[in-house]
DNA sequence: GCGCGTTAGTAACACGAGTTACTTAAGGGG
DNA sequence: CCCCTTAAGTAACTCGTGTTACTAACGCGC
């Protein structure tokens, strides 16, 4: 006894017109004559039956989905430790049901895999993509771009010309480092925040070096280790860097969740932080200011993030012209404890 | 010049077949009879062709989508706070994607805007549904379940009769503070994960009390304290903890994140963990190992919860019938430096 | 040689919308 | 009185697939 579907049918029978002024009415088609009494009619008729176009039937007369893609072109470790990609979907989201889209999740861990999301895309069951931590690597990609297809990269990737959304990593790097340096370090670490085949994790170890090179200082190899998004990796790292036989005075660790664990083993060889070794994380997560030292961080507008790459898209969906083809979001240094600062 | 979409005639026309015979080949309708010659020839073509069936017009014609959506009804604050919600999505849609399944995210913080979510259902775009953190004053869930549409819920609603899966979050409680009183604590305090409006925090408040009652402690309000997600509400609490004339010897956080924000007050005010303060937590959030001291608290199977979840909703879709109509996980308590075990 | 079952396949309809081209009636000008 | 325009609305087609009911050909037994 399950309530029969209510079909536009139904509505114009109601209203006694006919399918396609229901249609016409419910669509606000313009340039077409409906006369205000029959309008009201057929709308009332609609909000009677409770009436609710069937998604699937409009969007293949229609061809358009209004349904988003997200993928998630990485690995669980790293989908778990961004509290930054919860936010970031928060803007998505926010926007894509302010323009009436829906938002689709696909995350994906097999690398080379990439034949997944590209079915997404060839049944017809989106109308764009916003792709997160591209890799290059992936061969789908430029291929999708190249015929035309709706598509933002979070994050960049050099050589294509591909829409993106950004934060300007290098520059936030620079900034880090060359606080550290204004404070007297001269001997400076760094601990990525992922390997170097993320374009992001390159970009932060430019910015590092680009702060040494203009500040006369030395790029020293061997103060230089790779994490690789987990607290563990930062532990690792860390105990890495007190090992030698000269450790620096300070380090930047390029994610907040990375510099976690290399705070834990400053802890465990009772080094003092900031006074023995000073940090610089990057991100700001929630609990950075919580930590004991506070952390002092990079942060990320990861919700704005959001908003500008779902913005972008679907500007392009609707074929309007976008203003500049790569967005690079502005970030903000947070000087707390972990810098040995003096507070402001 | 945009390459024409291929159909499943143009396959037909290559093969010298009808359109049906493609259909009935590339579906493998059993109880068909196609010779293995003509079936090979429809391969082949829509192999050569790279025909991909239109989902629109499938699941107009199947009445199916293939599609699940998550719910997400919470508001930012807790989609941040949870690395835990990153990876039950992560289980749900491996089996989603194992199972032929795509996931539709939807987030909301509109409480009572869940006519929101309904338009999924009620325009076809869904097959099924996975509430997170569900309310009681929602009334759309009740009915949505009358109808007999495909519904789980991750966390429980009480009176309600609809399946569900959740973390025994009574029994993980009661184990938590049992351990702190078999440590010798008699003044315990408490301070929640959310307010008890979410019935995962009243249920963790229960198992509270039982710990207690058990041991013949009686039960003092003035120890107990409201958090609300995110680390700065564990701030707050803890600091109105210490202000008591008579603080406690132990605290019970029911989050992880919330504890952070406690270690900061205590810290603040310089009060040894474990030592004047033992601390247990929830969640083992993957930081909580690294903390300073490191974290003891309870571990869910955030990605079994996924797991079980798609499972069960898909089941359900499938017209299987499902043993349990009701899957209660166990957890698993970590303990660690903050709640002053000796070493294990 | 006739009827019957089986094999291999197809024509035609359904799904629920959007859209193009056409019809009909009323009004207006000469 | 006739022609022309405009307003109001509709019949019929499209989108791409799944599915039911039917047909044509073939082999077989009697």
Same mark, same amino acid.
């Given at each position: 006894?399950?309530?029969?579907?209510?079909?536009?049918?139904?509505?114009?029978?109601?209203? =006694?017109?006919?399918?396609?002024?229901?249609?016409?009415?419910?669509?606000?088609?313009?340039?077409?004559?409906?006369?205000?009494?029959?309008?009201?009619?057929?709308?009332?008729?609609?909000?009677?039956?409770?009436?609710?176009?069937?998604?699937?039937?409009?969007?293949?007369?229609?061809?358009?989905?209004?349904?988003?893609?997200?993928?998630?072109?990485?690995?669980?470790?790293?989908?778990?430790?961004?509290?930054?990609?919860?936010?970031?979907?928060? =803007?998505?989201?926010?926007?894509?049901?302010?323009?009436?889209?829906?938002?689709?999740?696909?995350?994906?861990?097999?690398?080379?895999?990439?034949?997944?999301?590209? @079915?997404?895309?060839?049944?017809?069951?989106?109308?764009?993509?916003?792709?997160?931590?591209?890799?290059?690597?992936?061969?789908?990609?430029?291929?999708?771009?190249?015929?035309?297809?709706?598509?933002?990269?979070?994050?960049?990737?050099?050589?294509?010309?591909?829409?993106?959304?950004?934060?300007?990593?290098?520059?936030?790097?620079?900034?880090?480092?060359?606080?550290?340096?204004?404070?007297?370090?001269?001997?400076?670490?760094?601990?990525?925040?992922?390997?170097?085949?993320?374009?992001?994790?390159?970009?932060?170890?430019?910015?590092?070096?680009?702060?040494?090179?203009?500040?006369?200082?030395?790029?020293?190899? @061997?103060?230089?280790?790779?994490?690789?998004?987990?607290?563990?990796?930062?532990?690792?790292?860390?105990?890495?860097?007190?090992?030698?036989?000269?450790?620096? @005075?300070?380090?930047?660790?390029? @994610?907040?969740?990375?510099?976690?664990?290399?705070?834990?083993?400053?802890?465990?060889?009772?080094?003092?932080?900031?006074?023995?070794?000073?940090?610089?994380?990057?991100?700001?997560?929630?609990?950075?200011?919580?930590?004991?030292?506070?952390?002092?961080?990079?942060?990320?507008?990861?919700?704005?993030? =959001?908003?500008?790459?779902?913005?972008?898209?679907?500007?392009?969906?609707?074929?309007?012209?976008?203003?500049?083809?790569?967005?690079?979001?502005?970030?903000?240094?947070?000087?707390?404890?972990?810098? =040995?600062?003096?507070?402001?």
């Amino acid at each position: 006894m399950a309530k029969k579907r209510v079909t536009s049918h139904d509505v114009a029978r109601l209203a =006694g017109v006919s399918r396609t002024t229901v249609s016409f009415v419910l669509n606000d088609v313009p340039h077409v004559q409906i006369s205000e009494e029959t309008r009201q009619r057929v709308l009332e008729a609609a909000e009677n039956l409770g009436y609710r176009p069937h998604a699937a039937a409009r969007s293949l007369a229609t061809r358009q989905t209004h349904t988003l893609a997200l993928v998630l072109y990485q690995t669980a470790d790293r989908i778990m430790g961004d509290a930054f990609l919860a936010n970031v979907v928060r =803007g998505l989201s926010e926007i894509a049901q302010q323009r009436g889209f829906r938002l689709l999740l696909h995350p994906f861990e097999g690398i080379g895999k990439s034949e997944a999301y590209v @079915s997404l895309v060839s049944e017809n069951r989106i109308d764009g993509l916003i792709v997160s931590g591209p890799r290059s690597d992936d061969e789908q990609l430029p291929e999708l771009c190249a015929e035309g297809f709706p598509l933002v990269l979070l994050g960049q990737l050099n050589g294509a010309d591909i829409n993106c959304v950004d934060v300007d990593n290098t520059a936030a790097a620079y900034r880090a480092v060359a606080h550290l340096i204004k404070l007297g370090h001269t001997r400076i670490g760094l601990i990525t925040n992922a390997p170097l085949e993320y374009t992001a994790s390159t970009d932060r170890w430019r910015g590092y070096c680009q702060a040494l090179t203009e500040a006369s200082l030395s790029y020293d190899e @061997s103060v230089v280790r790779y994490g690789s998004f987990v607290a563990r990796s930062g532990y690792q790292a860390m105990g890495e860097l007190l090992a030698l036989a000269e450790p620096p @005075s300070a380090t930047f660790v390029a @994610s907040d969740e990375v510099a976690v664990g290399a705070l834990a083993a400053l802890h465990e060889q009772s080094l003092a932080v900031p006074e023995q070794m000073a940090i610089v994380g990057f991100d700001d997560i929630p609990l950075a200011r919580y930590l004991v030292p506070s952390l002092t961080t990079v942060r990320l507008p990861a919700y704005e993030l =959001g908003v500008r790459a779902a913005d972008m898209l679907i500007q392009t969906i609707e074929g309007e012209n976008i203003a500049e083809k790569k967005i690079l979001l502005n970030t903000q240094l947070i000087i707390r404890e972990s810098c =040995g600062s003096k507070p402001q």
